[in-house]
């Protein structure tokens, strides 16, 4: 999609169809629209869209009200909600070129960002295998203030680095486990990499068996499919930064349970088992883009949990690299191990601050439901300025417990601790699991099991791979105060 800005007045922008938001209360008298609002067939109410033909007083051809909601309640992720909407909407009509108008109360850059951001994004579709279908896109995206002011060119730009990253991720989250494997995993971060100046290093069994990574390598056996770490650097070019953020995502390309397998209704789903990594994968893109002043490097531990005849088995004892030893009760919490040994790494490579980002439970899901991320944080600090970058960029967060008495739960009479924590607070357990492996370093761990896949479709997003939390850690890396 091709997106710019252009500074004028409403009237004169030549579309095929100008956007316009309107308010909950507020009467819109532009467009012949007042005898609609009359009618009481136009409300305001947030994503309520009618499609004017040929309006009054406009270059326009067509002039799309979009509903805003209450003018209190306005922000950046109402606006990117809209657009995502009407570029639905419009596409859907084969209308290909569109335009917004944003009044002079909006025309910030934060605004202009989520618009572009919104009409990228509903433009997205997961039909890349379907072969049948006249498929529909957007052309071109223009926002349209009422006149220049400085930044407004930048934060376009960034909405479509950030857009295109996160719809990168939903594409790679969507892949089907027969065509994605940990190698092609590693083959899409390095050619990623390449195109974007980033530095990519892939570790394969061996190098993993001499780092000791137990875990990993466990998780792993199963399948006939070879695991990969993939470590992605990026390295700002001025200035020396005291902090190094480290970004690590689970990546199983499919999670069938192993030993302990899944049921088979709706096991499908399990190729999105690698949202963290792809999440990840798609934050560094932008942010060798946006470059930020703070080094960031990427984790990616891939495998494909499979119950083969190497399979690990429930009772099996592995050693991780950290030296602690884990009694594996149940196969199926294989995202836990993978990451165990991803963040010892990723401690021994400097990082002095880490996220991570796993489809790690059901229980958070149970927990949350679909709207929320869990959030999980060893330090305070850490959490908040993860929760100020993730509500900034309307991704939804909710910071959980992580106390020192769950740790009771884990307890095995075997090893120094179990892989799952009996019945309860099953998203709670499997972050503490992984806070034994964070150490003292300040770490946040997100649980996207519940945001990074849609169920149903939304009037502003197609059902499949939400793309979360890519914006919330780019911005995150972008906002990086010492
Ligand atoms: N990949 C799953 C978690 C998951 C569940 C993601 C539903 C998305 C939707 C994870 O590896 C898993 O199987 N977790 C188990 C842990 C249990 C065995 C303690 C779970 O949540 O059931
Ligand atoms: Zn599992
Ligand atoms: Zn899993």
Redesign the pocket.
Known sequence: MNTTIEFRPVEQVETDALIVPVFEGVKEERFGAGELADAGELTGKSLELTLLHHPPGVAAKRVLLAGAGKPEKFDPAELRRLCGAAARHLRAKSIRKIAVALDPAHASEEYVAAAVEGAILGDFEPDRYKTDENKKSVESFTVVAPEASPGLEAALERGRVLAEAQNFTRGLVNEPANRFTPSTMAGTARQMASERGLECEVLGREEMEKLGMGALLGVAQGSAEPPALIVIRYKPTAGASKSHLGLVGKG?TF?T?GI?I?PADGME??K??MAGAAAILGAMRAIAELKPAIPVTAFLPCVE?MPGSRAQRPGDIVTAMSGKTIEVI?T????RLILADALTYARGQGCTHLVDAA?????I?VALAHLNVGLFANDDAMRDRVLAAARAEGERMWAMPLEDDYKEYLKSAFADLAN?GGRWG?AVT?AVFLKEFAGDTPWVHLDI?GTAWLDDAKPYLAKGPSGVPVRTLVRLAMEWKE
């Not at 199926?332 to 995202?335: H, I, L, Q, V």
């Not at 489809?359 to 229980?363: F, Q, V």
């Open positions: 199983v999670d349970g302990s899944k789903k399990m999105y088992d949990n149940n199926d919490a294989e995202g489809t790690l439970t059901g229980a899901v799952v099953g499997a099991a």
